[in-house]
């Protein structure tokens, strides 16, 4: 034996606090029993540095969930977009066709009344729907009741007289006013009497005193420079007379 195994040294203390076991030492070369360097992971856990069981796998993603780079469950598809409303298209173009079509419905209607309206206007030839302007009615004295309808009025003039053809219709309130403003009154009008020339009807397209219709009608003659009004009502409709008026202005 030798003096090395006589008197051996003090037991060195294992590395890292780790005791050896069966009495090896550290310095010896062999590993520990557990197959672990002193301080690591233990049998089967995971590396060192690495994540927990049940953690995150490497990238921020969890076992089972989207794939990296993939779109997640009810976020935008690919390129930003949301999905397209199929619904909202469908009203958007069914409005851009009803709504012109609305409009055509509507402006046929009222050409359709307004057409009623003015066909008489139309057929006959001068004169021009709607009323006379005021200064016309005032020197030809022919103040058409307000709300009349079918108004219609045909202007001529010559060096020698100028005349103002007039039609309306009004009611029974409308006439007697129309009556008075110009100083007469309803008693004035003679029963099946046309006091519109047959020229004068025929200048704007009048049919006065056809037969089957039940008229009557007037003259008024006033002072120069005063007009002359001849005046032939329709009564075929008593609630709803129809008035024609011929003024005549002599300067």
């Known amino acids: 034996m030798t003096a090395a195994e006589q008197h051996p ?28 360097r002193p301080g690591g992971p233990t049998p089967g856990g995971p590396a ?17 969930g ?6 997640t469950s009810g976020g935008p598809t690919p390129g930003g977009g949301r999905p397209p409303r199929r619904w909202l298209k469908a009203l958007v173009v069914f409005l851009l066709i009803a709504i012109p079509a609305g409009y055509l419905v509507i402006s046929a209607l009222q050409s359709r009344n307004g057409g009623e309206d003015k066909a008489e206007a139309a057929s006959a030839k001068g004169l021009s729907a709607g009323y006379p302007t005021r200064v016309q009615r005032r020197i030809y004295d022919v103040p ?24 309306f219709v009004t009611d029974r309130d409308g006439l007697d006013a129309f009556l ?61 007379p129809k008035v024609y008026v011929v003024s005549t202005v002599t300067p």
């Open 144 to 167: 058409v009741p307000p709300y009349s309808k079918k108004v219609a009025f045909y202007e001529t003039n010559s060096w020698k007289v100028s005349s103002l053809y007039v039609q």
């Open 9 to 36: 040294g003090p037991a060195m203390p294992p590395a890292d606090g780790v005791r050896p076991t069966d009495g090896v030492r550290p310095t010896d070369g062999v590993r520990p029993t557990d197959g672990m």
């Open 66 to 71: 989207p794939t990296p780079g993939g779109p």
């Open 180 to 240: 008075a403003k110009i100083g007469t009154r309803r008693s004035a009008l003679a029963e099946g009497e046309v006091t519109i020339t047959g020229d004068q009807a025929k200048k704007v397209g009048w049919q006065v005193g056809a037969a089957g219709h039940d008229w009557a009608g007037m003259v008024l003659k006033q002072k120069d420079p005063q007009p002359k009004l001849r005046i032939t009502v329709k009564f075929d409709s008593p609630e709803h």
């Open 48 to 64: 060192s540095g690495g994540p927990a069981p049940g953690g995150p796998a490497p990238g921020g993603l969890t076992p089972g």
